[in-house]
């Protein structure tokens, strides 16, 4: 153990290096040697590209509301190592995290392992450990890319679910949508219901056969059930799903969310045959999700939100939402990486803004301040670059002043150094 929890995720962190190793072997011997945690809770396992944070969130929020001690596992952080394992919405303490990383880190010292683990491999092992010692009865655990050989693979949930698949990590996955269906097909397993959001027909027939192959039941959005958006502002998100034959509020932001709210309240659902949960609890866990960074408000004057959307198609998406959000002058903060085309998605956004802040996240793979502006191109009426993601807020914080509208969009990491900004803290 090291002297701080610092030094111990200096040592985590430190794995990232060795890059990723997709597999299931390292994990399930890990987790043989601290007892197998992960066999000691229910579980509902979720894959895709779009929308599986917050089908995670929203899934997690109406296990809580049914009285189920839930844990939570996703990826990556905004800010603290800590937000990816919580347990009826509380963080891991420091002391435990600690605790545990010098367990893991003794068996990883030892050296009995097929091949050296990998951050997200150890991440992994403690979150099912921390679920463990929580007595936690049902978790909610996201892949953390792909499915197939991801090591949130080792779980056997009571439900899988599939979000929205797309082109997307190739050079792991395969460069075909197919392809990619595959891997994340594969955490279907034996018997196992699954239940998918609306899909291309080439990843509609990859999931059905990967069901049948497996006779898993399956229910698809669009053919098995149905949600309509009947409201959308800044107050929450109304809408009608087949799956309760009524109308609930969800509490995250977009009509987007109508989408993800379908396939938890439906994973919820087949959940409720193998475990207590009532209608009313799917509702009430709807209502009270929370997903940080997702067309998330965070201050009212000036209005400020925050969306770590970076993909054309999210910034289409998001741009579609704008409508919600009042305020003059209207100004982006953005910060996005390297291998993302950021040229696509500014043209999505630039015409609902007045102005551009451009900006760069403290990692080298981000896109310098002016990298980032000559992304944006002419697609915004001004741009301009400002070093450092604080500096930039402060400044578009004084342009709008208290009328105006401000967006932190892009990376992560330019969402995560905006958080620790706006609250004056950080953490590891």
Known sequence: MGDTLNDDLRWLYSLENMGIKLGLSNERALLKALGDPHEMFGSVHVAGSNGKGSVSAMTASILRSAGHRTGLYTSPHLVRFTERITVDGQEMT????????????????GGAFPRPLTFFEITTALAFLHFADEKVEEAVVEVGMGGRLDATNVVHPRCSVITRIGVEHTAFLGDTEAKIAYEKASIIKEGVPVVSSPQSPEVLRMIRWMAKCRNAPSKIMGQDFTAECLRSDMDGTTVHLSSLNSQVCVGLLGRYQCENAAVAAECAMTLAKKIEISEESIAVGLSKARWPARLEVVNRRPLTVLDVTHTPE???????????????????????????????????????FDQAICTGANTPRALTPQEMAEACGRTFPQCRTVEGVGAALKTALSVAGESGFVMVFGSLYTVGEAIQFLEGKDGP
């Open 94 to 109: 420091e002391g435990r995290l600690r605790k545990r990383i010098a367990e893991v880190r003794e068996l990883v010292d």
């Open 314 to 352: 999210g910034a289409k998406t998001v741009a579609s939402e704008l409508a919600m959000f009042p305020g003059s002058p209207r100004v982006l903060v953005v910060g996005m990486l390297k291998d993302k085309e950021a040229k696509e998605a500014m043209a999505a956004l630039g015409p609902h």
